[in-house]
């Protein structure tokens, strides 16, 4: 999303074309958008020639086997392709000269504008469509977007089972994992976890005590990537913790980030078992620890919920989604009806347990109809809970309530409960 300068709005730049967590098992959706969506006659072509190479490639690999709408071989060459050495040098580097940039201008951001975003995302969609250009040739896909969400889409339909958990393919869960690897702005490796102890403090001070305290920071679907998010600030909310000789309350941060853009539905093997995935790693990395809180927003938010029950402290989530039945934030449309199921009874059982151990939540949202649907839902199970607290920003009329909140200079200080115990 990006801020319009004279309305103060935030409108979206991205309604021309389905992102990768979109182009699934719909595939028809994809190109009926193509067609719907394309501002020029050569475009309108480009989408009725996908269609008719996609109806023609079917038609002739259900004759061979009727099994499979798509060759194991092919995809097995796209993940390879989208995997090579070649591509990761060309990704990384992308990353790493963009962070540079922000480093030299002194700045640590907690979420990156669209515009920047869009930059970053357009290189990685050329490196992949340049990577699978035979593949597309091989079907008589355009070597272009369009192209290529429409080839992707056509993968994932082939492969979900009939329950829309599992794959029926192994390819194409390793597919969809190099994807998810590749369209993302995180260059840790396995693009989910990141540890930085002692976090915006000089680790190598001998002055510095090993914390006692863990913040887990989860990301959200981000501005069309997904990057670690709330560094800059949780950086600022430990040095004014330093200065003001509250040492001991000083924290370091695990981040957390899903680069399947699936609410943390998705494992590392493009599955979609990332709860248990999910639980195992972050309860492994709390071990140490006797003060345990959790901070995300939207997507982010949703997991600070889920999760929360890990929580010893305090649980701060900004504009989380509840229910991912018809959510207009929801994406991924491979996401069956019984994984979102699961995940909000997963969300509820845990906010259940968090509140019994005495873990205070903190809600904020801004007046975003879904946003108020969200919490107003969460609270229908948890009416005369107190631990359970909504904070409504009446003067912010979007989704993003934690940009707002740091637009406006107050996101530290709505922070500062995650170390309040």
């Given amino acids: 999303m990006y801020q319009d300068a004279s309305s103060g709005q935030y409108t979206s730049q991205r309604s021309r074309f389905r992102e990768h967590p979109r182009c699934t098992a719909r595939f028809g959706e994809v190109i009926s958008h193509a067609f719907t969506m394309a501002s020029t006659p050569e475009e309108r072509m ?37 995997t090579s050495p070649t591509i990761r040098k060309f990704r990384i580097r992308q990353i790493t000269d963009y962070e540079e940039d922000m480093k030299q201008q002194q700045r640590m951001p907690d979420f990156i504008p669209e515009c920047n975003e869009l930059q970053l995302l357009g290189r990685l969609y050329y490196s992949a469509i340049r990577a699978v250009e035979p593949c597309l040739n091989e079907i008589g896909l355009s070597v272009d977007h369009a192209g290529f969400t429409v080839l992707l889409a056509l993968c994932r339909a ?82 004014q913790l330093r200065d003001k000789d509250k040492e001991s309350d000083t924290f370091d941060v695990l981040f957390v980030a899903d680069p399947s853009q699936s609410w943390y539905t998705k494992d590392s093997n493009g599955k979609f078992n990332g709860y248990e995935e999910y639980e195992k790693r972050i309860r492994a990395a709390c071990r140490p620890y006797n003060h345990i809180s959790i ?45 979102r199921n699961e995940f909000q009874r997963n969300l509820l059982e845990n906010v259940k347990r968090a509140v019994l151990d005495g873990v205070n939540i903190n809600i904020h949202r801004g007046l975003e109809e879904s946003d108020v649907k969200h919490t107003s839902e969460l609270l229908s199970h948890f009416s005369s809970c107190e631990s359970i607290k909504v904070i409504e920003h009446a003067e912010c009329v979007h989704h993003q309530s934690a940009a707002y909140l740091k637009e406006q200079g107050r996101l530290i200080s709505e922070l500062a409960v995650l170390v309040s115990k």
């Fill in 158 to 239: 082939a492969g979900l089972n009939e329950d829309g958990r599992s794959s029926v393919n192994d390819s194409v869960a390793r597919l969809d994992e190099a994807i998810s690897k590749h369209f993302n702005a995180i260059i840790a490796p396995g693009c989910r976890f990141l540890y930085s102890p002692c976090h915006g403090l000089d680790a190598t001070n001998h002055n510095v005590r090993r914390s006692k305290r863990l913040v887990i920071a989860f990301s959200s679907l981000g501005n069309g990537l997904v990057r670690f998010e709330f560094g800059g600030s949780l950086a600022k909310l430990n040095r």
């Fill in 46 to 82: 480009i989408s009725v020639m996908n269609a008719e190479a996609i109806l023609r490639y079917t038609k002739h690999q259900t004759s061979i086997d009727y099994s499979n709408l798509v060759s194991n071989t092919l995809i097995e060459d796209m993940v390879q392709a989208i």
């Fill in 295 to 339: 901070v995300g927003d939207s997507m982010g938010g949703s997991a600070a919920l889920l999760f929360s029950h890990i929580s010893t402290d305090a649980v701060v989530a900004f504009s989380p989604q509840v229910n991912l039945n018809g959510d207009e934030h929801v994406s991924r449309n491979d996401m069956a009806t019984l994984i």
